[in-house]
């Protein structure tokens, strides 16, 4: 009888086709799949997080990891009814005006949607007035913004500042990461957060959702 703590080891070790084949058989011996999701994939994909965070697991790990639950929804989706419910929380993401780095923000992108966040990209070079578009348009629970470069880091400030002018500020959680930005910095903007790392997203975000 398969249980999901196998299919979270499975997940951990970043075996996509064990990973799969374990939850056909779940599904087979009629495992709630929902419980798949929250149990299995997701409960994998926290401890990738924490592990990344503490320096025992690297890049190649989250995303062997990430690719393993992303095969693995595709095959449990259609068995999930409506009520079944495998989303933390949505997330728009996205990296500030004048700054065209992406490979911290997708990374980031693919480590929330591993552990059940619905994450919208809206890209790089995103101004201020864009990401306040986005809030209204999708109202996300978070909003997050990266930036690689010094010099587009007030960038971030701003668009905090057009949330409060558009009258939106409270309607989101902001979050904001990228190499130049500290905690210090997200402090003094008005962020709600500041992750260093993917694996420091996962658990910013779930915090932030009450999880």
Do not use: W
Request: charged content about 20%.
């Amino acid at each position: 009888m398969v249980n999901c703590s196998a299919v979270r080891q499975a997940v951990i070790e970043g075996d996509e086709e064990r990973t799969v084949a374990l939850v056909r058989e779940a599904l087979e011996q009629n495992v709630n799949p929902a419980e798949i999701v929250a149990s299995g994939l997701q409960a994998g994909m926290i401890t990738v997080g924490d592990k990344f965070s503490s320096g025992e697991f690297f890049i190649p790990d989250m995303l062997f990891a990430a690719r393993a639950v992303t095969r693995a929804l595709d095959v449990l989706r259609p068995r999930l009814s409506d009520s079944d419910t495998i989303t933390m929380g949505r997330v728009v993401i996205g990296t500030v005006a004048s700054d065209i780095h992406d490979i911290g923000k997708n990374l980031v992108g693919m480590f929330l949607e591993g552990v059940g966040f619905e994450v919208l990209d809206l890209g790089t070079d995103v101004s201020a007035e864009r990401f306040v578009a986005a809030v209204k348009e999708y109202r996300p629970d978070i909003l997050g913004m990266s930036s690689l470069l010094t010099t587009t880091m007030s960038s971030m400030e701003a668009t905090i500042q057009t949330l409060e002018s558009a009258g939106s500020r409270h309607q989101v959680k902001v979050i904001i990461g990228g190499a130049p930005v500290t905690q210090h910095f997200a402090d003094r903007i008005g962020a709600d957060g500041y992750g260093a790392d993917g694996g420091a997203a996962i658990k910013l975000c779930r915090k932030l959702m009450g999880r």
